[in-house]
Structures are given as C-alpha cells and as structure tokens.
C-alpha cells in the first residue's frame, strides 16, 4: 500500500510542478507556432499516458493486495486485450510522429522572401557568409579550399565576388525577417544551435543542411554546438545580435567582401597587415578565442589539455620521443601547422589542424610570444 501511495503523489506532484512550472517556452523566434503545437501534442499524449500507467499500477496494486483466501490466477494469453494494446499503441505512435513530418516539411522549405547566409562550422568556430548586393551566394567547392579561402569560394563564380565573408563567432540578424540556413562542416559533425530560437541542425561532413526561422525579438544570444566535436566543444560559442534592419545593414556593410580579402591577400605581408607588434597581438588573442585556442591552452600558468602558454615563448620544450625543441617562432610555426609532427612530454596528440593564413598564424604567435618568456636562445636539439 506505501508503493500505491508513493505512486499516487507522484502523479500529483508531476502534473502539478509541469502546470505551475516557471519554465515555459519564449517566443523569441517563434514563427514556429506549429512546432509548439507539436511539443503540445507529444507533451499531451506522454503526460495522459504517463498517468494512465501510474494509475492502473496503483489501482492493481490495490485490487490485487495481498488478502488471506485470495490467489492469483495465472492467465498467459489474452487476445483481446493485446489487440487493444496494439490499436491504442499504434494510434499513440502516429499521432507523435505524423504532426512532426508536417512540421520538419515546414522547417526545411522556407519563404520565398527568406533572407539566405551560410554557416561553416569548424573545430572549433564558427565562420558565416551573406550574399553581397547581387542577392546571390557564390558556388564553392572542396577544391577551393585553402588557408586564405576557408569557405572554398569559387574565384571564377561572379555571384560570389560581392559575398560577405564574417571570420568571427559574432553574427547579426534582421529583426522580423525569414533567415534561412545553409549549413556546412569542414572536418566533424557540428550542430548550429541557437536555443531561445528553438531552431537547431546537424552539419553534416560533405553535404549541405538546411533550415529556416524567423528572428522575432532584438537582443544577443549565445550560438552553443549542440553535437560533442572534440575536446573544445564546450568552447565552440558565438553570439547572435538580433536588430532592425537599417542596423543590419549597416554592419554587413563593415563586413569583407570575397573580392576584397583576395586583394588584400595579393598585396599584404603579415607585417603590414598586422601594424603594430600589440595590434597583432590583440588580433591574436581574438583568434584564440575564435578558434577555440583558450579551451586547450590557458595564458595563466595553470594546467589544460595543451601547454599552457605563459612563459612559452623561448622555452626549451622536453618532447615524448626525448627529444627538445626551443618554442622560437619557426617552432610555433611549424607545431600549430602540423600538431602531430612532434608530441610534446605530458600531453596527447589531439590537437587538431587548424587552416591559418599567414596572417592569422603571425597574429597567434605574436600573441603567444606577449605572454612572456625567455628570449629564444637556440634551435632544436637532440
């Protein structure tokens, strides 16, 4: 009788809390009225079930109690209650899944008006890409893709010259406008997920994935990967900004052109283009923590799953093998290029390659070499 009791102030205090819960859904992207509907029903016909399940246990554990006299009859068959079983099962299964095929159909096949941007999701950061004034996203292709042309853009496709390439975990959205998202990964799978838009997608290696929502409240909001990624899936954040139009417009116009970054790759050095020795080392902080670089490597002293880069600079470095190596720059160079070529003493090779211009690579080291140590004295030793 204590197990009937238990069961029965389960099924009050459950239904109770899910009433009075503070924790209700936000219309912050809510073009989705159908998908809430969705959750509804699946939310309904768990919840009826749940209680219906407590129920007949409590009422069975009541009826059929322990009582002097009374045995239990054993019955191993009963055809017409398995039907019902069957009927009502199969009724319950299709009213979840039917509404949500709708609803997918609806989440995949945007507006006609919708505004097109791309996602590249990368270990571990996010990359995005407008059209430019021609309304058209240029093609791209696995072929293009090199250091300085991370979204594998097409030089030869003029729709893509004029597109907006954003290489910086900060996106901007119109306020009140369809958005669809074409979602592409470079190396794992990743999840583009923006939770208070409730609006989510798998990017898949090789293929593109597709998906649609309509921002309907201005503020920022975290971008999270909603698959684990590796070690620095944690770290792999961005920033949505939601705001009207004209502000939109404004800061894609900030934005750099496909057409601009291959000029300014034909006529730059990684010295003029940085500036300054503390210009470069800022940029290379915010490459740090674009790249996901802070989830490995802190600039602290304290331990990570990477050496920590205080005092690095000009370091002798004992490697797995016996071998050491002074972190000079061409060691920096070489190391962040190929990760694995050289596994330092203490920590697992699972660094992973990053695809750095020369720009960004001068920008990460001048970073590193900020955060002290001795002046490099000598090369590689055995």
Not at 82 to 89: D, K, N
Not at 133 to 148: A, E, F, Q
Not at 149 to 168: H, K, Q, S, W
Not at 284 to 309: E, Y
Request: aromatic fraction near 10%; include cysteine.
């Amino acid at each position: 009788m204590a197990l009937a009791i238990a069961l029965l102030l389960i099924v009050v205090l459950a239904v109770g809390f899910h009433v009075a819960s503070p924790w209700w859904i936000t219309p912050i992207a809510s073009n989705w009225s159908r998908m809430d509907d969705t959750l509804a029903i699946t939310l309904v016909i768990t919840g009826v079930l749940f209680i219906a399940i407590n129920l007949f246990v409590v009422a069975a554990l009541w009826r059929y109690r322990h009582r002097e006299g009374h045995r239990a009859a054993y019955e191993p068959h009963n055809k017409r209650l398995e039907w019902w079983l069957v009927g009502i099962t199969t009724a319950g299964v299709a009213a979840l899944l039917a509404p949500g095929l709708f609803v997918y159909a609806d989440y995949v096949r945007p507006p006609p008006n919708a505004l097109r941007m791309e996602v590249l999701g990368q270990q571990w950061q996010w990359r995005f890409r407008f059209p430019g004034p021609g309304g058209k996203l240029g093609t791209t292709d696995v072929r293009y893709i090199t250091d300085d042309n991370p979204f594998g853009m097409n030089p030869a496709d003029p729709n893509g010259r004029d597109n907006y390439l954003i290489d910086t975990p900060e996106l901007h959205l119109p306020l009140n406008r369809p958005i669809q998202v074409l979602a592409r990964s470079r190396d794992v799978l990743h999840d583009f997920y923006v939770p208070p838009f409730r609006a989510r997608m798998n990017m898949v290696p090789g293929m593109v994935t597709t998906f649609w929502f309509t921002p309907t409240k201005a503020g920022r909001y975290d971008i999270l990967c909603a698959q684990l990624c590796g070690i620095g899936h944690s770290n792999m954040r961005g920033v949505v900004v939601v705001e009207d139009e004209a502000a939109f417009t404004r800061w894609l116009a900030r934005q750099t052109t496909f057409e601009q970054s291959l000029q300014a790759k034909v006529q730059a050095t990684p010295a003029a283009a940085g500036g300054s020795a503390q210009a470069l080392a800022d940029q290379g902080k915010a490459l740090a923590q674009a790249k996901g670089c802070v989830a490995c490597h802190s600039v602290n002293g304290n331990p990570g799953v990477g050496p920590t880069w205080k005092d690095l600079y000009g370091s002798t470095q004992t490697m797995a093998d016996g071998t050491t190596a002074v972190a000079d720059e061409a060691y920096l160079r070489a190391f962040i290029r190929d990760p694995k070529a050289r596994v330092v003493k203490g920590f697992a090779p699972i660094m992973p390659n990053f695809n750095l211009s020369e720009q960004e690579l001068s920008a990460l080291i001048a970073y590193i070499k900020a955060q002290g140590g001795p002046a490099p004295a000598s090369a590689a030793k055995p």
